[in-house]
């Protein structure tokens, strides 16, 4: 779902695919975007956000751009696990937009039977 929402925020497909990488390429994101790539990635792995990773995005960022960023990252966060809990389908319109761009498969669920 992040990449949705990622091309919907307009990031490049270079910039969707490194969102999980560790360290972040050179050349790839801004210092800005880094550094909120750089929050979420501690914030979704449950990592304490260091006075580094704060700092980071208040270079950046007023304290109401910090307070969405940080709301944003922790609703995606929240809905991500709901859907992982239940395994829910993608509606056809969600499905058509991110084509195969998951590479993680479906998880066999066991029939209950």
């Known amino acids: 779902m992040h ?17 999980g990488d560790d360290p972040l390429p050179d050349g790839v994101y801004t210092e800005a975007e880094a550094a909120i790539v750089r929050y979420s990635q501690r914030s979704t792995r449950l990592q304490p ?9 208040a270079e950046h960022y007023d304290t109401t751009q910090l307070i969405e960023i940080c709301f944003t990252v922790g609703l995606s966060n929240v809905v991500n696990r709901f859907h992982a809990t ?5 509606d056809p319109w969600t499905h058509a937009a991110l084509g195969e761009s998951c590479p993680l498969p479906y998880p066999d669920v066991p029939s209950g039977d």
């Open 3 to 19: 990449v949705l929402l990622g091309r919907a925020a307009g990031l490049t497909e270079d910039k969707l695919a490194h969102l």
């Open 49 to 57: 956000i260091d006075d580094a990773t704060y700092n980071a995005l």
């Open 86 to 90: 239940f395994l829910t389908d993608l």
